[in-house]
């Protein structure tokens, strides 16, 4: 059976199992065949007509609007997205941020954006909009009344967030913050990567556009580059007009390397935050750490709002080192043996990223200033499959090689 209505009442880590099957686009089969074609041939004109005037997914017309293997992905990631309508999917997650920002603004209108936001979501801001005539001005997703006032002050179009920051993992009140915006008329836009449609219902919670990175937790092997936008009816329409207009299309190989890795996102994700979460608290204890930010430890800032708004973690978070050294969380991942060095997350296996406080304006000024996290250096974790054990002997011997240095 496909996907039906039915589906609805199932637990989602059943649903990821399930979604996105449509026999009359793949045939009878568990995974959407890989689909390659540019072309698609009409048996007759008229046939040819019909298809150029309507503009569904589901309906043949040429390679750039997909075909069988990128519909049943898109479907999938509606199917689980609580309040969804359709999804848009990107050749990368920037290429998401983008599309989504561009479906959204114009010239003369103006984006807040959250001071925790990824970086090339800050670049977009500062460069590619602002060259556009689109002003931006960042604001602290932890105060609230400074919120409403810069809404207030700006009337922006739209306000993007990111929950929880991807560095400093500050974990925000979005359903408020995304009241006051929708009050002034604003377009709630959420990068919600780390937590995925299963741990966080981002429209449900107040959202209109939820985007993330399917090079992460959905692809899950580090072996693809993908991201997409869902939203309800509305801005589902402006999204997928806006990427046709900028010609963008997924490959059907990585759509289909995508949707094998949405079947087991679930057990993943699982997995993944409870070696986080036993990894966190076993840092929490080193002499060496100043402080664990992980949005899943009880204690850590914003885990009262994550045990609140939140149905899943990831493996991904971060720590500050005691040392005053700016280089201890370089020497740190050297010394790192199991742990890879690399940007991305959410693979199945673990990496470390030094983070320097100059590469971010706002990492660790808020949540962490208590610890001095600001001026010292910090550690980011993607925690993957491996046996949390195994991780934590790698990190006690790294640890203990600051001791000596
Ligand atoms: C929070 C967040 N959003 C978006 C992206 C961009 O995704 P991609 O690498 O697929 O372009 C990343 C990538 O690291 C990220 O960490």
Known sequence: MSGSSDDKNLRPGTRVTRAGRQAEWTGPVVNPPVWRASTHLYESEAQRKAATGS???GEFFYGRRGAPT???????????????FGTVLYPSGVAAIAGALLAVLRPGD????????????????????????????????????????????????????????????????IPALARIARQAGSVTLIDNT???ALGFPALAHGCDITMQSLSKHVGGHSDLMMGSASAGERWYKALRLTSQQLGQVVSPDDAALAARGLRTMAVRLRQSTQSALEIAEWLREQPQVAQVMCPMLPGSQGHELWKRDFTG?????????KSSDPDASGKFVDALELFGIGYSWGGF???????????HRNVMASPTAASGGGTRPAVRLSIGLEE???????LKRALSQLDNS
Request: a negative charge; hydrophobic letters at 45%.
């Open 55 to 57: 503009n569904e997914d």
């Open 70 to 84: 990128q519909w049943a992905l898109a479907k999938a990631l509606t199917e689980i997205e609580p309040g969804a």
């Open 110 to 173: 103006t984006l807040l954006m959250s001071d925790n936001s990824y970086d090339p979501s800050r670049s977009m801001a500062t460069g590619l909009l602002k060259r556009m005539g689109i002003a931006h001005a960042f604001f602290d997703p932890l105060d609230l009344p400074a919120f409403e006032k810069v809404v207030a002050q700006h009337s922006p179009r739209a306000v993007w967030f990111e929950n929880p920051g991807s560095l400093t993992m500050d974990v925000c009140d």
């Open 194 to 196: 780390w937590a995925s």
């Open 313 to 321: 973690g990831c493996g991904l978070f971060s720590f500050v080192l």
């Open 349 to 359: 296996e673990s990496l470390a990223l030094p983070i320097f406080p100059h590469q």
């Open 388 to 394: 949390p054990g195994d991780l934590i002997a790698d």
